[in-house]
């Protein structure tokens, strides 16, 4: 039997026995202190171009190394057509991607001398390939509370020696959280992997907070195949993600705009925010929102959250990859009246949202401005994804 076909039986059967009942450690939070995830400022008032100097120009060989991997990832028909483009084009497709973020990947391919279509190619890998888990709760009292794990790396390779995919164990160095910073205030922090200029994960405080997951669907690529060839009216995920969360003031505000604008691709946007009942899944594909799914929706039912994992939430996760049924035993196990971002932490170390591929998870509360990260790992054995 061929690798890959005993992975995807091994993921099979661990789907099946792990969706039976949660599998939540009772003190995973607080992780070890050397989990934690390093913090640096991104001043906005900078130049765009050096923004990131600081942060991608000592690690310019560890970015190279694992945007080769990144390219490695995509199958072979796709690379051929993104690369056979970027060959020929890969400044001007830097152009016209929106300002100030086409000048911030300028300026690291600048700082660190990575040629400019790959730099393109990783900022919009996670349009691409990425299984991730995000939960937006209440507790009781009205609190509400965000928390995501980020999964990458699937089917690079495995790393023998490690029991592990080899991508994730080379995203995981290049992580850090990030304050951004305007006229000296603090206007959002986020968890980075240097060299990446989009938002996948991020909070204000006293507004929103918001995370990605990738929605696959049969039109994964094409929507970026016509925006590099002349259409670029659609948006990229995670740079719209990050100027909502620069420019847009309040949870409504946020919601509104991320359910209208037009995209390149489909995606799950799940957003959060600091008054009871905010908090919504948000299932894109090009031109519109399909069936917003809001906290509100949950409390009506008898629920305290939303949780997406890379299904659309009015269908079943498939058999070989159930991470949500083991999420939601777990969630209710913890009771609306305990949730808080520790027992957040805690369900999303629970296998199998916490497997191979999890490189970090973040906890976040919008009414106190908290907001943590913490590296991931999950031994052997343990789900590949």
């Known amino acids: ?10 993921a099979a059967v661990a789907g099946l026995c792990s969706a039976e009942h ?9 992780p070890p202190a050397a989990n934690a995830l390093r913090w640096v ?31 490695e990832l995509l199958p072979a028909g796709l690379r051929a057509k993104l690369m056979q483009r970027l060959d020929k084009r890969a400044p001007e497709l830097v152009a016209a991607m929106p300002y100030p973020y086409n000048q911030e990947i300028l ?15 990783y900022n919009v890998a996670y349009e691409l390939e990425g299984v991730c888990t995000s939960i937006v709760a209440q507790n009781t009292d009205g609190s509400v509370y965000h928390a995501r794990n980020l999964d990458f790396g699937l089917f690079l390779g495995i790393d023998k020696a490690n029991q592990s995919w080899r991508l994730t164990e080379k995203l995981r160095p290049l992580l850090f959280n990030a304050r951004f910073l305007r006229g000296g205030q603090n206007i959002y922090n986020a968890t980075y992997y240097a060299g990446y200029v ?6 204000k405080k006293a507004g929103f907070s918001i995370s990605v997951d990738t929605r696959f669907d049969d039109n994964l690529d094409e929507g970026l195949i016509k925006w590099m060839d002349g259409d670029t009216s659609g948006s990229f995920l995670s740079l719209l993600t990050r100027s909502v969360m620069e420019n847009n003031a309040t949870y409504e505000d946020a919601y ?3 359910n209208a604008v037009k995209m390149i691709g489909p995606s799950y946007i799940i957003l959060g925010g600091y008054k009871p009942a905010q908090g919504a899944v948000i299932t894109r594909e090009e031109a519109k929102s399909l069936f917003p799914w809001t906290l509100q929706m949950s409390l ?21 990859d159930d991470r949500r049924t083991p999420a939601e035993k777990c969630l209710n196990e913890v009771t609306a009246a305990n949730i808080s971002p520790e027992k957040l932490f805690n369900v999303l170390s629970g296998r199998p949202n916490l497997n191979m591929l999890t490189t970090y998870t973040t906890i976040m509360d919008v009414a106190s401005g908290r907001f943590e990260a913490y590296l991931q790992f999950c031994e052997w054995p343990c789900a590949p994804w």
Request: hydrophobic share 45%.
């Open 198 to 203: 989009g938002l996948l994960t991020g909070a």
């Open 41 to 71: 400022d991104i001043n906005l008032d900078d130049d765009p171009l050096n923004r990131w100097t600081a942060v991608v120009q000592p690690m310019s060989k560890q970015i190279l190394d694992m945007i080769n991997s990144v390219v």
């Open 256 to 258: 509104t705009t991320l």
């Open 107 to 121: 300026g690291i391919s600048q700082a660190t001398g990575i040629d400019l279509g790959l730099l393109f190619l």
């Open 22 to 30: 949660c599998k939540m450690p009772q003190n995973a939070y607080p």
């Open 1 to 10: 039997m061929k690798v890959s076909a005993l992975v995807l039986v091994l």
């Open 300 to 320: 009506n039912n008898g629920s305290f959250f939303v949780l997406e994992t890379n299904y659309d939430h009015w269908t079943h996760d498939p058999f070989y």
